[in-house]
């Protein structure tokens, strides 16, 4: 029988571990990676190589797939779980909140359990790991769905275990959801076989995949720029 207690006390221990690994920098660097507008060049070089590489109806199917992916997974976090667990946060959470360092007063809202964040990132990054078939775009991709993810839980607002389950049924919504796309994409056009080696072996030119590489790379370089510009700005 699973101890609910035992959980609990080593989620909260490894939130104190990994929330008491704070500096300057990376305050500053957490704070710009955990904000969605940053990753907004990412997500415009992914429309870029989806409609470059798809018909418009196709593109237009996958873009409304990931559209579902993130909304399933955001509702079930934030519209479900959150509202039926009642789990406080770590900054909110009247015995932690003395032992939570937070950065610009942010605390987040009242519960956390699952973290939205992780849900959607991992369902993204899921679904188009499926869809692209490329090794290092995917190790890219998880990469990328970690980092906001672990920014949660080093500014106080998300347990370790909010972001597992959260990654957990991002991962899984957005394996059912590639189902469900797949099984329509061959009604609309039978499934293509690339064997060339400038494509995937889902059509999707490796030059533009190397695009989407490099596009998430400078983003990562300007998070660490723009968390030492927060940091020397707001004082942290």
Not at 83 to 107: N, S, T
Not at 116 to 126: G, P, W
Not at 143 to 172: E, F, K, N, Q
Request: net charge neutral.
């Amino acid at each position: 029988m699973i101890d609910i207690q035992r959980l609990m006390e080593t989620d909260w221990q490894w939130l104190l571990a990994i929330n008491g690994c704070h500096d300057l920098f990376w305050d500053g660097f957490m704070w710009v990676v955990t904000d969605t507008k940053t990753w907004i060049p990412a997500a415009v070089a992914l429309l870029y190589v989806i409609f470059k590489n798809n018909k418009w109806p196709q593109a237009v199917m996958i873009l409304m797939a990931v559209a579902l992916c993130i909304t399933l997974a955001d509702q079930f976090a934030s519209g479900f779980c959150k509202p039926y667990f009642h789990r406080f946060r770590p900054a909110q959470e009247p015995l932690l909140q003395p032992f939570v360092h937070v950065v610009k007063g942010y605390r987040g809202g009242a519960y956390g359990f699952i973290s939205s964040h992780a849900a959607n990132t991992f369902t993204v990054a899921t679904f188009v790991s499926l869809l692209m078939r490329r090794q290092w775009l995917i190790v890219n991709l998880f990469c990328w769905a970690l980092i906001p993810s672990y920014s949660r839980m080093y500014l106080g607002v998300h347990y370790p275990g909010d972001i597992l389950c959260g990654a957990l049924a991002g991962t899984v919504i957005a394996f059912l959801v590639y189902v469900l796309y797949v099984r329509l994409q061959r009604l609309y056009d039978e499934s293509t076989t690339y064997i060339s080696d400038q494509y995937t072996d889902t059509g999707y030119e490796i030059n533009d995949i190397n695009l989407l590489h490099t596009v998430l790379l400078v983003t990562y370089f300007y998070a660490v720029v723009a968390g030492m510009v927060v940091t020397r700005s707001a004082g942290l």
